[in-house]
């Protein structure tokens, strides 16, 4: 048996038909006491068990339907806010959480900025990648532009050596300090200027006679000269009558050059 479905009202039922049947009983005895029959008896204990029942209910009714209502009205008004469905389930659901879900409900506070700086992570990822191939794209165009022009006027070992001074500069790092210098055969001066002139052009790194240092430590032939002189002659009017003019488009000219 489930004690906990038995409540109050049960209980006052109870209560009363042991009190009325008490009575019932009582008054069966008085009444057999002064001579009336059994049956007679019986019936009258019936009828007092009856009334105490009824009586009861009675009493039950007019309270809640009666006396109280009248007490409510009299007392002063109370506004009563009833929550919502949303909130209702809010307040479940934490209560559901404590403590485990309070744990829980921070890291899922937490992932959305998690998501959100693993999100920029991947741009700036991509970013980088892209530009990394896209440089890399340029390294290769130019040196192949290199070839074209170089290939002729320098050994074979220099012109690889020069492959890797041209990725120092276009990734803008510094050469290394016990680099050998080229020294070109056949070429002028003014060609060497040009084609630092081409090189920093085309790969748009700062100002163009900031190109003037890596000329000197690649070129053995320039070292000797004046930093001013050099950026004076990296472009001329007259550029198409050198071995090495200056190029404008480096892509377009190897094009050209291809058919």
């Avoid at 009205?73 to 959480?97: C, F, G």
């Avoid at 879900?101 to 991509?126: D, F, H, M, S, Y």
């Amino acid at each position: 048996m489930d004690y906990r479905k038995i409540n109050s009202h049960v209980i006052l039922l109870l209560v009363v038909f042991i009190v009325g049947v008490a009575i019932a009983m009582l008054s069966r005895l008085i009444i057999l006491d002064k001579g009336v029959d059994t049956g007679t008896a019986n019936i009258i204990f019936v009828i007092i068990l009856g009334v105490c029942i009824i009586a009861y209910l009675v009493i039950i009714a007019t309270l809640a339907h009666v006396i109280v209502p009248w007490i409510m009205q009299k007392l002063p008004e109370r506004k009563y806010i009833i929550p919502s469905e949303e909130q209702q389930a809010t307040e479940i659901t934490n209560e559901k959480e404590k403590p485990e879900g309070k744990e829980r409900q921070e890291e899922a506070q937490a992932l959305p900025e998690l998501t959100q700086t693993q999100v920029i992570e991947t741009i700036r990822q991509n970013s980088e990648k892209r530009y990394i191939e896209k440089l890399s794209a340029q390294i290769r165009t130019f040196q192949e532009y290199t070839h074209l022009t170089m290939a002729p006027y320098i050994a074979d070992d220099e012109l690889l050596r020069l492959d890797e001074y041209i990725e120092y500069y276009a990734r803008e790092e510094s050469l290394p300090k016990d680099i050998t210098p080229i020294k070109p055969r056949k070429l002028k001066n003014p060609d060497i200027f040009h084609f630092g002139w081409n090189m920093a052009h085309y790969f748009e790194i700062g100002k163009k006679y900031e190109v003037v240092p890596w000329l000197q430590a690649v070129f053995i032939n320039l070292q000797e000269l004046e930093d001013s002189y050099i950026r004076g002659k990296l472009h001329d009017s007259k550029t198409q009558e050198h071995t090495i003019p200056n190029i404008d488009n480096i892509p377009k000219f190897l094009e050209k050059q291809s058919q």
